[in-house]
Every structure is written in structure tokens, then in C-alpha cells.
């Protein structure tokens, strides 16, 4: 270690003396460096930026993070707090991998979460974080972050994951063979040639392992070779052979120049060896910083010298993990205590103790010290200001892309529309032989009726069965989105197109076998106006629903409230009430005019009245025209065009749409800001009772009286 430590930084000095010449000559050619120039670069990453060293000039691109003093609060539900981070100083360098490690709970995902600009709403940060010493904001693509699950589509195979997500990002200019290129060469690397072809798989396809997941995942993020990379747990899942080839790529990426930090979980001692530093954390407290080599020596001078034939790594866990005193006190009771290692430092003093000592002998340390001043130092040089990063590629390229892999998924997925087309036509099947050859008589005025509401009512309300498949789609888009794969935008349009041909193929093939069966209005046109009008109200309540997913990602709950508002809106749809009848405030206006139900039904009911004659109830009395009825028992207003009413739907489509957008921004923005303004009140809310509690206790007001007379002439 000590010699790749030696040879790591004499390499380092090299990379610097390099970059300080080139800097001075780019200086003096009134611009900055090159990136190819910089040396060091893998064959992949030379491939990635040639292009890119080509046409534009940039500065130094590594990035140097720093954070100092962090802490990171959270407000719990009863008001209380729990400070999770306490006062952390540290700091990444390019060139070097960082190890988070510490027991279960200890913050390594908060310190990432923290750094990567992602905290819950509830969590509030102080201390200060500094990228090449300036302050920045890390999400939405400045840094990678391959958080700690998995969301990827179950029904693209690994490679052609890693294509699509290639093409979304890498600039359009770029050959597909070089892309290529670059995509095969991240699947060597991460190790996943041979399931390469698998699907990822979901709820009803089996897919790749967790591991292989886990390793696509990675590959993902290190595609585009970011200059700055999180990690949570990559080689959580994974054997020890492929943790070490993951470690080592990672490692490979660090040598390039980037910079890597990553928690783990029990690393074996050759991947333990492949990182440069360590971060030990215990209960939201450093224990330790600094090389990962000199770790060893420095839980010796501590007190806590690693046992022979123990792992390092295994060994300072132990140190830092209150659980240990459980599992120990269950072993005493059992046969193991006896062949309990005699040399174990841990063996006459608990954990807390351990910890304690361990937290203060840190403080007092070199390390420290160390850590501090070079933090201070990279806080004063003011660096590079690094572009947003993320995607390279145009809006134009990220958007067919998208569409194009959004319609593979659900060309695919049985569960996304497939099982919708089964359902609609079995359903419009019982519909059409319910209604079959509905007629002319006097009963069938209202049973007409009663089947367009049906279809545009219930029939639409089955959409509904798409929500799951749009819930899974959301978590990928929010995982892309916060690192920058591309835009709301172009994840909106792409959505919209996909979806397109599958809703045309469900709503015109139901549409026609019911338009046939029931022998609804006769005629092109009025055939045309019924499946356009299914068409535009199953497509504004997919956009409906879609909108209520961008808000409340969770299928039960989207349900539910998707549920809710069309049972509300189909009892304003004229059907339940007539029109007239609904109560006019709130009811009529606006609810019924917000209602696509109301006005599919509107237009459908002309569409099949107008210009029909129908028997009155007895033989004798006149026969009854389409228009009548609509004016008198059906209450529609027939001087509005049928077409007008369709119009209205499909403008419905693009503000649900919009909606959608819209919702998406807002979860972006302004309800991160509203739940930690509502955390900061609740938090306020419970420090001014406990106040109050205190000041009421009789006790210590008892105390406060007793103990004034008591104070010293001379004290104030
Ligand atoms: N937003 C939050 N609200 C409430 N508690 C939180 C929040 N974020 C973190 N915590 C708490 O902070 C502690 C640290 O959580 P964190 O997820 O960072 O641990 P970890 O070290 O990553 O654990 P693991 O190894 O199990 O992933 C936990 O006790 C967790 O419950
Ligand atoms: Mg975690």
C-alpha cells in the first residue's frame, strides 16, 4: 500500500506539474486548458472526450470537494429532532477513491445525500461544502450518485439499458460507433457480458440477479465518466470477486482524474486495499479520517490494535458498532465464548467506551489536524466553476430517445397496456351484446343514454389500470432527472408520444366492436366522432393520472385519489343529475365544466341523437326527434356543435399535460420548500413549549427565587 501510496503521489505531482504547464500556456493563449491534454486518461474516457477536446476549450475539470463543520439535523413527526451528522470535516480529491464506513445507521447515506445536494426535506445542513472552493449545488447532473436502490426498466436488457442511456447523454455528433464502443467497454467493466442480453426484469419477468442490478446501475453512471461520483453501497449484493472488479473500476475512474466516494459495507480486505481514503463514521460522528492505509496504525495507537488474521475493515467495525455488546453478551451464554480470541483489544471494554475514546483520541489526532488545514487550503484556492454536467446530448436527441425507449417498454410490458387492450375489449364486448342492436323504440332513448354514459364513465375510468406502470416510470425519470440525464420537458413529450399509438390501437379497436354491436348513430362521420371522443377521454385520464403520479409516487395512495376525482367528476357529468338539475354553485359551476365527462357525454349524446326519430310510448302518438329528446330530456344544449365539445377534450389533453409538467416542477421546487418550511415549524412549534415547560416547572421556579438572594454582592 505504501508503495502505491508513494507511486500515487509522485504520479500526482506528475498530473499537477502537467496541468500547471498547460494552464500557463493556455493562459497565455487567452483561453484554458485542453482536457485531452490532461494525461492519465483511460482508453474509454480518451474515446468520451476526444470529441468533446476538439471542438471546446475547458479548464481544469476535476473537482475538489471539501466540507467542514457539516451537520445535518432532522425533524422528526412529533416536532422533536435527531442530529444525524455532527460536525464532519473532510475532503475528496481527483485521483483518489474515498471509503464512507461505518455500522448501519451510522449517516454514511446522509454525509452522501448531504454532499450530493439531496437531503430529505426534513433534513436541515449547516456547515459549509465546497466544490473546487466555491459554494455549489451538486444535483441534476454537477455529480453522479448511484443511490442505494435500484430503478431501472424491467423490460430492456442490460445492454440496451446502457445504449439508451448512451444516446441520451453522449453528444449527437459522436459516431454510433464510438458510442458503441464506449457502451461495450462499460459492460466489460462492470462485468456483465454475459448476462448482457438478459432483461432487467420486473414484477412477472425474471431478470438479472440484484447484483447484476446493481453493477447496470453503476455502469450507468459511470458512462459518462463524471468528474465527481457517489456511490451508496455499489457492492452491496455482490460476491467478493465481482466487489473487487467493481472496486477496482471505480479505483480505474478515480486514476483518471475524477473523484470517487463511496460507502461500504464490510469490505473485504482486498477491496478495503483498493481504496485510498477512509471515513469512519459512528453514530453521525467522524472516528476517523485519513488514509485508508495508515487506518490500521492509527486504531493501534488508539488502543485497539487489529488482531492477527482479522480484516482491517471487519476489525474497525467492530470497534464502532454498538451492536457488538448485544452479540457479545449472547455469546457469553453460549459454547463460543471459549474459543473467544484472547488477543481481542475489545474483549475487556464495551463499545461505547471504545467509541468514546476512539472520537476524542481522533480530535486530538494528527489526522485531524491534517484534515482541517487542507480543508481550510482547498477552501482558499478558488478553482474552476464546473458546468452543470449531465447530458451532452441535444433536447432533439434526448427526446426521440426517450420516446423510442419509453414505447419499447411498453410494447413490452404486458401489464402497461396489453392487459388494458384484453380488458377494454372484453368489456366493450359485454357492452355490445348488453346493448346489441339498441334501436329505435321508445326504451331505447334512455338506454342509449345509458350506454354512453357507461362507456365514457366506467370505460375510460379502467385507465386507472395504468397507474402502477406509470409509478415505476416516474422513479426511473426522477432518478435520471437528478443526475441530469435530461429535462422535464423531453421526458413529457416522450411520454405523450409513446403512449400515443397504444391508447389509438385500445380506444378505436373497443370503439369500433361497440360502435358496431350496439349500432349506435349510422354514418363515417359519427362513427369517427365516437372513437376520437374514447380516444381524447381515456387519453385525459392517462394525462390525469400521470399528473397525480409526478406528485404522489406511490400506486396505492395514486389510486385512490385517481379514483376519487373521476367518481366526482362522472356525477357531474349530466348522467346522474341533468344538467339543469345539478346545484349551480360549485356543482354546475365550475365542477361539471371541469369534468371531461361532462363533456364527452354532451358530445356523444348529439352524436347519436341528431337526426334519429324514435316511437313514442304508444303507437299512435307521434314518433319523437333525436333533437327533442336532447333538449328536453337530456337537457344539452343543441345549438353547440358536437365538434366544439370534442375540441374541448383535446384541449383538455394538452392542460392535463401541462398539468403534468407543471406538477413536476412544483415536486421539484416548491414542495421540498414547503415540507421544510412546515419541519422548521413544527421543530420551532415543540422549542417554545419545552421553553414554556420549563418556565412552568415549580421546582425550578422555587429554584430560580431561592437562588437569586443568594448570588454575590459583586455579580451582576
Ligand atoms: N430524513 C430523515 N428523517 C428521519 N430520520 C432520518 C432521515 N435521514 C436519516 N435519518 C436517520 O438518520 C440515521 C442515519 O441514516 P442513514 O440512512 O444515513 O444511515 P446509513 O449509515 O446509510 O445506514 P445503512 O448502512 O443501513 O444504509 C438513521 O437512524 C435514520 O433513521
Ligand atoms: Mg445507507
Not at 385517481?562 to 354546475?588: C, E, N, T
Amino acid at each position: 500500500m505504501n508503495k502505491a501510496g508513494a507511486g500515487t503521489a509522485k504520479e500526482a505531482a506528475a498530473v499537477g506539474q502537467v496541468k500547471a504547464e498547460l494552464e500557463d500556456a493556455g493562459k497565455a493563449a487567452g483561453r484554458a486548458v485542453a482536457v485531452a491534454a490532461a494525461p492519465a486518461l483511460s482508453p474509454l474516457s480518451e474515446t468520451l472526450w476526444r470529441e468533446k477536446a476538439a471542438v471546446e476549450f475547458l479548464g481544469d475539470v476535476s473537482a475538489r470537494l471539501a466540507w467542514r463543520d457539516l451537520t445535518v439535523t432532522v425533524a422528526l413527526g412529533s416536532g422533536d429532532t435527531q442530529t444525524v451528522l455532527e460536525a464532519l470535516t473532510g475532503y475528496a480529491e481527483p485521483g483518489t477513491i474515498t471509503a464512507l464506513m461505518g455500522p448501519s445507521g451510522s449517516g454514511k447515506s446522509t454525509l452522501l445525500d448531504a454532499l450530493a445536494g439531496r437531503l430529505a426535506a426534513n433534513a436541515f445542513l449547516s456547515g459549509t461544502i465546497l466544490l473546487n472552493g466555491r459554494k455549489a449545488n451538486l444535483s441534476f447532473g454537477a455529480a453522479a450518485y448511484v443511490t442505494q436502490d435500484d430503478n431501472l426498466i424491467g423490460t430492456l436488457t442490460v445492454r440496451e439499458t446502457i445504449s439508451y442511456s448512451a444516446r441520451l447523454r453522449l453528444p449527437d455528433n459522436m459516431p454510433m460507433d464510438e458510442k458503441r464502443a464506449l457502451v461495450e467497454g462499460t459492460i466489460v467493466e462492470m462485468g456483465l457480458q454475459d448476462c448482457a442480453d438478459t432483461v432487467i426484469g420486473n414484477w412477472h419477468l425474471r431478470g438479472v440477479s440484484g447484483g447484476e442490478k446493481r453493477r447496470v446501475s453503476i455502469a450507468l453512471e459511470i458512462l459518462m465518466r463524471p468528474r465527481l461520483l457517489f456511490l451508496d453501497e455499489p457492492t452491496s449484493g455482490l460476491d467478493s470477486a465481482s466487489a473487487f472488479f467493481v472496486t477496482q473500476t471505480l479505483r480505474g475512474l478515480a486514476r483518471d482524474g475524477r473523484t470517487v466516494i463511496a460507502s461500504i459495507h464490510q469490505p473485504s480486505s482486498e477491496v478495503f486495499e483498493l481504496f485510498d481514503r477512509l471515513y469512519l463514521l459512528s453514530g453521525g460522528k467522524t472516528v476517523y479520517f485519513g488514509q485508508a492505509s495508515e487506518a490500521c496504525e492509527f486504531f493501534a495507537q488508539a488502543g485497539f490494535p487489529c488482531p492477527p488474521l482479522r480484516n482491517p475493515s471487519d476489525h474497525f467495525l467492530r470497534c464502532i458498532n454498538r451492536d457488538f455488546d448485544k452479540v457479545k453478551a449472547t455469546l457469553k451464554g453460549s459454547m463460543k465464548m471459549r474459543f473467544e480470541r484472547s488477543d481481542d483489544p475489545l474483549e475487556h471494554i464495551t463499545t461505547s467506551d471504545a467509541i468514546r475514546r476512539l472520537f476524542s483520541y481522533y480530535q486530538h489526532s494528527q489526522h485531524y489536524l491534517t484534515a482541517r488545514q487542507k480543508v481550510d487550503e482547498m477552501a482558499r484556492v478558488k478553482g474552476t466553476v464546473l458546468d452543470a454536467g449531465g447530458s451532452q446530448a441535444s433536447f432533439g436527441m434526448q427526446a426521440v430517445t426517450l420516446t423510442k425507449r419509453s414505447f419499447v417498454n411498453m410494447s413490452r410490458d404486458f401489464g402497461y397496456y396489453w392487459l388494458r387492450l384484453v380488458i377494454y375489449i372484453v368489456v366493450t364486448v359485454c357492452i355490445g351484446s348488453i346493448y346489441l342492436n339498441v334501436g329505435t323504440k321508445y326504451n331505447s332513448i334512455l338506454a342509449r343514454g345509458a350506454c354512453a354514459s357507461f362507456i365514457f364513465g366506467f370505460v375510460t375510468f379502467m385507465s386507472i389500470g395504468g397507474f402502477p406502470s406509470f409509478v415505476e416510470d416516474m422513479k426511473v425519470f426522477q432518478r435520471e432527472r437528478l443526475n441530469g440525464h435530461y429535462g422535464v420537458l423531453a421526458f413529457v413529450i416522450s411520454n405523450t408520444l409513446s403512449a400515443m399509438p397504444f391508447l389509438i390501437l385500445i380506444t378505436f379497436l373497443s370503439g369500433t366492436l361497440c360502435y358496431f354491436m350496439v349500432r349506435l348513430h349510422p354514418g363515417f362521420m359519427h362513427y369517427l366522432f365516437f372513437v376520437l371522443c374514447l380516444y381524447a377521454s381515456v387519453t385525459v385520464v392517462e394525462s390525469l393520472m400521470m399528473a397525480i403520479a409526478s406528485i404522489i409516487p406511490n400506486f396505492l395512495m395514486g389510486i385512490i385519489i385517481g379514483a376519487g376525482i373521476q367518481g366526482i367528476f362522472m356525477l357531474v357529468s349530466g348522467y346522474f343529475r341533468l344538467p339543469h338539475d345539478i346545484p349551480k354553485p360549485f356543482w354546475r359551476y365550475p365542477m361539471s365544466y371541469i369534468s371531461f365527462h361532462y363533456w364527452a357525454l354532451q358530445g356523444q349524446y348529439q352524436n347519436d341523437l341528431v337526426g334519429l326519430v324514435f316511437d313514442n310510448q304508444d303507437e299512435e302518438l307521434p314518433k319523437i326527434p333525436g333533437e327533442y329528446i336532447l333538449e328536453n330530456v337530456f337537457q344539452i344544449d343543441v345549438s353547440r356543435s358536437k365538434w366544439l365539445d370534442l375540441s374541448v377534450l383535446f384541449g383538455m389533453i394538452v392542460i392535463y399535460r401541462l398539468l403534468f409538467f407543471a406538477m413536476i416542477k412544483v415536486s421539484e421546487d416548491v414542495t421540498p420548500w414547503v415540507r421544510g418550511y412546515i419541519a422548521r415549524r413544527r421543530v420551532q412549534h415543540r422549542r417554545r413549549e419545552a421553553e414554556l415547560a420549563m418556565v412552568r416547572t415549580p421546582s425550578l421556579r422555587g429554584y430560580v427565587v431561592d437562588a437569586a438572594p443568594e448570588l454575590p454582592a459583586d455579580r451582576p
